[in-house]
């Protein structure tokens, strides 16, 4: 997949198959637009082409509200639109400027003059241009004039898959990995550097990996412990993810720590990614650190037993 930054037109597209939009999550209704993007491509000796917006328009629109949070990054985004079948990524910086192009400025400069568009896929609420005016009715107005073909995908299609990237984040904010899986179509996964702990976990014989996530507009699930896939560009192994404030131990800031089974290399300084599988309970306070290692143990074989039924 190529990735294409700036604004200069792409010359290099051949009969451009285009959709758009954030893609947050690329879940199985984004999937469903991707498959159709491909079908269609492939019909007409065409290229895939992905349009996104970076940053997502809300954190230029509105930069003091910081609730917002993304289920995926640019780069997990740019990965799974890959692995879906897109060949070209147009990564369009969204500006204050930008969001005030007209629906048929956007069309004009953007899909005709930048890209050369034969088709485009849509979704049935997909809305652009300023004020979010724009919808289909105008690519089928401007389609003949800027000598493309429109597709939308009926508003059955998407609805009936009963998916959207606000029900996962939610689903994900009460703990609900399971239900968020089923969305997405594929773990959610949480990636970020392995920095150096209190090395409390190694007095309880659950030595663990403190994980620093950089972008603080991921978002990263309730609170609890988790069975989670731990992967490296390696290989992928089991763990155990505790995600907040271990009270047990007066821990003042939330922290993500994943014990990873039968594992004890040195991984300081190195990228992890963590599948979220399942959740196993919530975050509570004991009133001994004997009590604390107790429920370890029973967490360790409730998340063994979860990840040996996980294909």
Not at 90 to 98: C, D, G, L, M, R
Not at 115 to 144: P, V
Not at 155 to 160: A, F, G, P, V
């Amino acid at each position: 997949m190529k990735i294409h930054l700036g604004t200069e037109p792409i010359k290099d597209i051949k009969n451009a198959v285009v959709t758009s939009g954030t893609f947050d999550g690329v879940h199985v209704g984004h999937q469903k637009i991707l498959n159709r993007l491909r079908e269609v491509a492939n019909q007409n000796d065409g290229e895939t082409v992905m349009i996104t917006y970076w940053p997502h328009p809300r954190m230029v629109l509105k930069p003091l509200d910081n609730s917002l949070k993304l289920l995926s990054t640019f780069p997990e985004k740019a990965n799974l639109l890959e692995t879906y079948g897109v060949d070209h990524l147009v990564k369009i910086p969204f500006t204050k400027e930008f969001s005030q192009m007209t629906p048929e400025e956007y069309i004009r400069i953007v899909l005709h003059d930048r890209i050369k568009t034969s088709h485009i896929i849509t979704g049935y609420d997909h809305r652009f241009g300023k004020n979010r005016e724009g919808g289909l009715e105008d690519l089928i107005q401007y389609a003949e004039k800027y000598e493309y073909e429109v597709e939308e995908i009926p508003r059955q299609d998407i609805d009936e898959i009963g998916v959207s990237s606000t029900k996962i984040r939610k689903a994900l904010e009460s703990g609900d990995v399971y239900l968020a899986n089923q969305y997405l179509g594929r773990p959610y996964t949480v990636t970020g550097l392995v920095v150096k702990g209190q090395q409390l976990g190694r007095t309880l014989g659950f030595p663990t990996a403190n994980i620093s996530v950089k972008e603080n507009y991921k978002l990263i699930p309730a609170d609890g412990i988790y069975a989670v896939k731990v992967c490296n560009k390696y290989r992928k192994r089991d763990g155990m993810l505790n995600i907040g404030h271990r009270p047990t131990v007066g821990g003042e800031h939330k922290t993500i720590e994943v014990h990873i089974f039968d594992f004890d290399d040195d991984i300081y300084n190195s990228e992890i990614s963590l599948e979220f599988i399942e959740h196993v309970r919530q975050e509570v306070r004991f009133d001994s650190m004997d009590d604390l290692k107790l429920q370890l143990r029973k967490d360790e074989k409730s998340v063994r037993a979860i990840l040996s039924d996980y294909k």
